[in-house]
C-alpha cells in the first residue's frame, strides 16, 4: 500500500506561483512512476506532469515552460512548481503513484484557484 497526501493549493492571483508537494509513504519501493493530475468542475481529469522512478519528466503542453516536476527521495516528496499562473489552472490537484505490481494510487486532491 501507497499513502499520498498533497499540500501546497490555494488561491492566488494569474500570474503568481505554487508549490504543490505530496508525501509518499508505505510501500515506496514499489513505486515506478509518480505524476500530478487536475480536475476542473465539470471535466475530466487530466495529466499534468509525471516522474518515472529513474527521473525522467514529462508535463502537458498546457503547462509546459510554466512548471517542473521533481522526486526528492530522501524526503520522500513529489513536488509541482507553477509559475505564471492563469485561471484556466484552477482545478484540483492530485497526486498518483503507479507500483509494480500493477495498482495506482490517488491522493484526496489539493485545490488550487487562479483569480484573473
Known amino acids: 500500500q501507497v499513502q499520498l497526501v498533497e499540500s501546497g493549493g490555494g488561491l492566488v492571483q494569474a500570474g503568481g506561483s505554487l508549490r504543490l508537494s505530496c508525501a509518499v509513504s508505505?510501500?515506496?519501493?514499489?513505486?515506478?512512476?509518480m505524476g500530478w493530475y487536475r480536475q476542473a468542475p465539470g471535466k475530466e481529469r487530466e495529466l499534468v506532469a509525471a516522474?518515472?522512478?529513474?527521473?525522467?519528466?514529462s508535463l502537458a503542453d498546457s503547462v509546459k515552460g510554466r512548471s517542473t516536476i521533481s522526486r526528492d527521495g530522501a524526503k520522500n516528496t513529489l513536488s509541482l512548481q507553477m509559475n505564471s499562473l492563469k485561471p484556466e489552472d484552477t482545478a484540483v490537484y492530485y497526486c498518483?503513484?503507479?507500483?509494480?505490481?500493477?495498482?495506482?494510487?490517488w491522493g484526496r486532491g489539493t485545490q488550487v484557484t487562479v483569480s484573473a
Open positions: 498518483q503513484a503507479a507500483s509494480v505490481p500493477e495498482r495506482v494510487y
Open positions: 508505505g510501500a515506496i519501493f514499489t513505486i515506478k512512476s
Open positions: 516522474i518515472t522512478s529513474g527521473g525522467s519528466a
